[in-house]
């Protein structure tokens, strides 16, 4: 059994290395909330990946804090856990704010894996000693520096590359680099910038061979998705709409994707992604791990995650450098010549976490005790 002592939050500032913009906004400065949990001398870390502006999902960092603090950390002082699998029923109260959800459940996860000393990807059933990588490229001022980024990930050895795409920096984008790179994977991410009028205009990119097109539809939408994937040959595959393994057996049976893209934030922590992992899995739909501009604590979560055996295509889990100038792990992320990343066999996240840099990037923290609890 496991009692949690005693939860910190705080938020960190941390500037990009590189601007990220997407078909709903550019991210320059990422505002992140970290949790940290203490039990019997032990401690793990969580991270919240909500954004600062609720345009990917409903929730916020502000958001995040103000549940995370009201309404879960009480939840999480109050009981014995048997470990991370206790969460999702601690919380099934509150609805939604899965992000809010995740970040403490998977700090407790890593906390479940120190105590048995055996490292997280392992108590989460993975299987991979690597995991195959790819990159997000974020929409760019103009496509020769595309072009650049382009070639500077395949020369890093990424094994797929997902282009951001939205009206107007999608068909003559997707020509120009299948000119250049016949043969690469390539994959693209709406994040639901196409409605219905624009299915004629998708249905064209049949002839870049894409490897998926993701999420060009609402952000909610399964029907109109389905209606699309019948159009056209290239798979496409869901992000923004999967919140939970019910939303990926429904999306399956309806045809409204081939892929999944789990994102363990989106989900509500690893108890609900190792669920959608193993539904697409049975029916034979591949999944990947999608990234949230993670810093070494959120990234490291899900490289455990993406050990899994049927996270089979390349995940958007990339190198620490290609977000910061300094991450907050050590080591920080690195990826192979050929676009793998090793899963770290040590106890837990398998990395030492900075807190010296995280106290320099700290603005603002806040801790809750548990009241002495009486012993059985
Ligand atoms: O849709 O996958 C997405 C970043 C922010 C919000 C949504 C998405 C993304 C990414 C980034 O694609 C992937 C990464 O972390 O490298
Ligand atoms: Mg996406």
Partial sequence: MLTIDAVHLREINMPLAFPFETSFGVTTIRRILLVEVESDGLTAWGECVAGEHPYFSEETIDTAWMITETELVPRLLEKELVGGGSCPALFSQVRGHRMAKAALENAVWDLEAQKKRMPLAELLGGTRSVIPCGVSIGIQPSQTVLMEK????????????K??????????????????????????????????????????????????????????????????????????????????????????????????????????????????????????????????????????????????????????????????????????????????????????????VRRDRIEELTVRRTTARAEARETA
């Fill in 150 to 161: 382009i070639a500077e990930a395949l020369e890093g050895g990424y094994q797929r590359i």
């Fill in 163 to 352: 282009l951001k795409c939205k009206p107007g920096w999608d068909t003559k984008v997707f020509e120009t680099v299948r000119k250049r790179w016949p043969e690469i994977m390539l994959s693209c991410d709406a994040n639901s910038a196409y409605r219905v009028a624009d299915i004629d205009r998708i249905a064209e990119w049949d002839e870049f061979g894409l490897l998926m097109i993701e999420q060009p539809l609402w952000y909610d939408d399964f029907y109109f998705h389905s209606m699309l994937q019948k159009r056209i040959d290239t798979a496409i595959c869901l992000d923004e709409s999967i919140r939970n393994r019910r939303d990926a057996l429904a999306a399956i049976d309806m045809e409204s994707c081939r892929v999944i893209n789990i994102k363990v934030g989106r989900v509500g922590g690893f108890s609900e992604a190792i669920a959608v992992h193993n539904a697409a899995a049975e029916r034979g739909i591949p999944v990947w791990c999608g990234g949230m501009l993670e810093t070494g604590i959120g990234r490291m979560h899900n490289i455990a995650l993406s050990s899994l055996q049927n996270f089979s295509l390349p995940g958007d889990v990339s190198a620490s450098a290609r977000y910061w100038a300094e991450d907050i792990i050590e080591p920080e992320v690195t990826v192979s010549a050929q676009g793998e990343i090793e899963v770290p066999d040590g106890i837990g996240s398998g990395v030492r």
